[in-house]
């Protein structure tokens, strides 16, 4: 069985590849640049788990094949829940990392560390030809930092310190970030939703 995943990111493929064999899934994982033909799902939903379907039912339906896609953000406490599903482009351009850091940054910048709560939020979806659909969602909370450390990682990475640590997600090394990540939880709940809707009944 093919399971394709709604990304063009060879690091987010295989990574997934990895939590989708330890839960057992024996599924072959390929990323939509299998499928050049398949444009881009324009991102309408007001939640990253209605963004996340989105994305995973317009790549079933248009591959015939079982889809997987995920939508994450950083929720600030202070401002609502924001950036949320504009996390990528808070600052305007989608993807500016350093626009978007910077952006925040500044508007939290008289803000005391006792208030500088937050979460990664991720929400992963699986959505089958026939329109079958599941959603799970994996949170890490933690503070915002008032300057960036760390050169791993991306997008927040930089500024978000987990609860119990003392580095942000970008001084972590992979394999500890991904052990706590909003996207590893996610997708570890959702792998074995996927191995009991791909495995054919006995």
Not at 23 to 39: D, I
Request: glycine fraction near 12%.
């Amino acid at each position: 069985m093919r399971l394709v995943l709604a990304t063009r990111n060879a690091h987010k493929i295989s990574e997934l590849r990895v939590i989708l064999s330890e839960a057992g899934v024996g599924a072959e994982l390929v990323g939509a640049g299998e499928f050049p033909e398949v444009g881009d799902v324009k991102e309408t939903g007001v939640t990253f788990a209605e963004n996340a379907l989105l994305k995973a039912h317009a790549l079933a339906r248009a591959t015939g094949l079982p889809a997987v896609a995920d939508d994450s953000g950083l929720c600030v406490d202070v401002l609502g829940g924001a950036p949320g599903i504009f996390s990528a482009r808070w600052a305007g351009a989608h993807g500016d990392d350093a626009a978007n850091l910077g952006l925040l940054l500044a508007q939290l910048a008289d803000v005391p560390d006792a208030h500088r709560g937050a979460h990664f939020a991720c929400a992963a979806a699986l959505a089958l030809p026939d329109g079958t659909e599941r959603v799970t969602e994996g949170r890490l909370r933690g503070t915002l930092r008032h300057v960036p450390a760390g050169s791993g990682g991306f997008g927040y990475d930089p500024i978000l310190q987990p609860e119990g640590d003392t580095r942000t997600c970008a001084e972590l090394t992979p394999e500890e970030k991904n052990a706590i990540s909003h996207r590893g939880l996610a997708f570890r709940a959702l792998a074995p939703l996927v191995g009991a809707l791909l495995t054919p009944a006995p």
